[in-house]
């Protein structure tokens, strides 16, 4: 039996929900830490498990180039390699070949490119995508697709649309099931609400475990994603796990769960970590604004992480000034925090039948000294 998707209760279009895998429960709506290169960047596994967190995600295009799909399989899957015992998504590898390699050249079976790293020449089509995400040995395996560019006409995201489906297709045959374990097909069909339905319709009719949501989160701003999160999700199957890719800010999972999205990653939190970007209960603040470099108070009260049950604001600002790592680790390890709060919050809500009211609190909270991003 593959993974499972019980319900335990819905708020309008909001869900509480609990995913079984091979690796343990995920309880949802869900953030996913991004460990692009089978780490979550500058924190320890034990950190990110501190947080809460029950699932992170693996890149496939860096984890292929560099050690190998292969090699992480010799040496035990990317949970014993990475110590993270716990549900694994990998993506398809598609979206960074588009973004990140050189010289790539597509065709209707996959795409050939040449690495960022070292120019060596590799090949990426659904078959292969879905045998290195086995290799790896990801909980949750993502169908290769196109993440059709934005903007795109309606041409052109209908051709992108139909090569993508065909890959889901195929990427639904090269899947080898496995008990607890399962295979997420991705919408695509940009800002068309024809032919988002066409893709939700026809992923459905080929089957899959959990259903993602591609190609937002590129440029089209919250608004334009909310619209066609509107007009897509009542097109996904009820009783299967709903995946909104690359997002987001708070705000935009407050959003995206009120409209019935269940799962979500970004490097968002991370990345700020790293940066000196704060995500907190009152906002968004850069911890190298001089305002903090006498600030004997935690960054964010509400939070127990140990950047804020053992440190200051003064502290973490003269970090970023001295450019010290603790750092990026310790706002990493705060950022990370945050985001699981929120979704527990969240889901909490949602069992309380009270999101609306929540999320109202949430934005009052941010509302009170947020800085311009
Ligand atoms: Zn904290």
Same mark, same amino acid.
Do not use: E
């Given at each position: 039996?593959?993974?499972?998707?019980?319900?335990?209760?819905?708020?309008?279009?909001?869900?509480?929900?609990?995913?079984?895998?091979?690796?343990?429960?995920?309880?949802?709506?869900?953030?996913?830490?991004?460990?692009t290169a089978g780490t979550v960047k500058a924190m320890t596994a034990d950190a990110v498990r501190s947080t809460g967190a029950s699932i992170v995600l693996g890149n496939t295009y860096h984890l292929m180039l560099r050690p190998g799909a292969e090699r992480v399989a010799r040496l035990g899957g990317l949970h014993k390699f990475m110590d993270w015992p716990g549900p694994i998504l990998t993506d398809s590898g598609g979206f960074q070949v588009m973004s990140l390699s050189k010289l790539r050249k597509m065709d209707k079976d996959g795409v050939t490119f040449q690495s960022h790293l070292d120019g060596a020449s590799h090949r990426l089509t659904p078959a292969r995508s879905i045998e290195i995400q086995h290799l790896l040995d990801a909980t949750i395996t993502m169908a290769l697709d196109e993440c059709t560019p934005f903007p795109a006409t309606h041409d052109q995201a209908r051709i992108s649309t139909t090569l993508s489906m065909d890959w889901a297709r195929r990427s639904k045959d090269a899947f080898i099931p496995r008990p607890g374990y399962g295979l997420f097909g991705i919408v695509q069909g940009s800002i068309y609400p024809d032919l988002r339905e066409q893709s939700a319709a026809a992923l459905t009719e080929i089957g899959f475990e959990g259903y993602a949501i591609g190609g937002l989160a590129v440029g089209e701003g919250q608004a334009e994603m909310f619209k066609v999160l509107d007009f897509t999700v009542p097109h996904l199957p009820a009783g299967r796990p709903r995946y909104l890719m690359g997002v987001g800010t708070p705000d935009d999972l407050i959003g995206a769960v009120s409209r019935g999205v269940d799962m979500f990653d970004c490097v968002m939190p991370t990345r700020a970590g790293r940066t000196a970007r704060a995500y907190t209960?009152?906002?968004?603040?850069?911890?190298?604004?001089?305002?903090?470099?006498?600030?004997?108070?935690?960054?964010? *009260? &509400? %939070?127990?992480? *140990? &950047? %804020?049950?053992?440190?200051?604001?003064?502290?973490?600002?003269?970090l970023f000034k001295a450019e010290e790592m603790l750092g990026p680790m310790l706002l990493t390890w705060h950022n990370i925090a945050y985001y699981q709060s929120l979704m527990r919050g969240l889901r909490d809500a949602v069992l309380a039948g009270r999101l609306d009211a929540h999320a109202a609190e949430l934005r009052a909270g941010w509302a009170s000294t947020e800085e311009p991003a």
């Open positions: 039996m593959s993974l499972t998707f019980d319900l335990q209760a819905t708020d309008g279009a909001a869900r509480a929900g609990t995913i079984q895998t091979a690796h343990g429960a995920i309880q949802t709506p869900v953030f996913m830490p991004v460990g209960s009152k906002g968004v603040f850069n911890l190298r604004n001089a305002r903090f470099a006498d600030d004997a108070a935690p960054i964010d *009260p &509400a %939070c127990d992480c *140990p &950047a %804020c049950s053992r440190h200051t604001a003064a502290y973490l600002h003269h």
